[in-house]
């Protein structure tokens, strides 16, 4: 039994990763100086005045940038690549608003024989995403591979981003399309 949680420690520790499921260092996100100090630990960057709540995930940290006045709120899901190369960044620049419950994914499932089951069919090449200064993310929104939201953006809640949204547009919807 010690050593089944001694070896979760080590993994909690030495994860490039966040979350609830890792409870040695997830306890740490309830207390804001330990909780700075385990994001810049963490992440690629972690701007002034940026928090990353308890009950929010973070997949491949050392990939993922947030600038500063960023709050990842919980329930959001930040998914980076963890295979090498540049390819599978999440940036996200200062004054960003995010909901809780924001999904960002740099990759998806392979779906190119539907004779094969899914599961054997890999995954996409990644592609990073990007969304820039000052735009909203509202609650529940779902960014997928290869988007950059401009800036002063806005996507309304629950929507699905396919696309690149230009700067100055709010976007709604699944898929989300401008509506002003």
């Known amino acids: ?46 701007g002034d005045n940026a ?22 709120r919980p329930g959001t899901m930040l998914f980076a690549d963890p295979k090498e190369g540049n390819n599978g960044q999440i940036v996200i620049e200062d004054n960003v608003l995010i909901g809780s419950g924001v999904h960002i994914y740099v990759s998806n499932h392979e779906y190119r024989d539907p004779d094969v089951d899914i599961y054997f069919q890999g995954h996409s090449e990644s592609k990073s995403v990007l969304i820039k200064k000052g735009a909203w993310i509202g609650a529940n929104c779902t960014i997928l591979p290869g988007v950059i939201i401009g800036e002063n953006a806005v996507v309304g809640a629950g ?7 230009p700067a100055r547009n709010v976007y709604v919807g699944n898929p989300a399309v401008k509506i002003s």
């Open 51 to 72: 928090y990353f709540r308890p009950g929010a995930y973070a997949v491949t940290c050392s990939k993922i940038s947030l600038g500063n006045n960023v709050v990842i």
């Open 159 to 165: 929507s699905v981003v396919t696309k690149n949204i």
């Open 1 to 46: 039994m010690i050593q089944c949680v001694f070896k979760k420690y080590k993994f909690d520790i030495n994860s490039d990763r966040l979350g609830p499921d890792l409870p040695f260092t997830h306890w740490k996100l309830h207390f804001s100086d330990l909780s700075k100090s385990l994001c810049k630990q963490k992440f690629y960057f972690f």
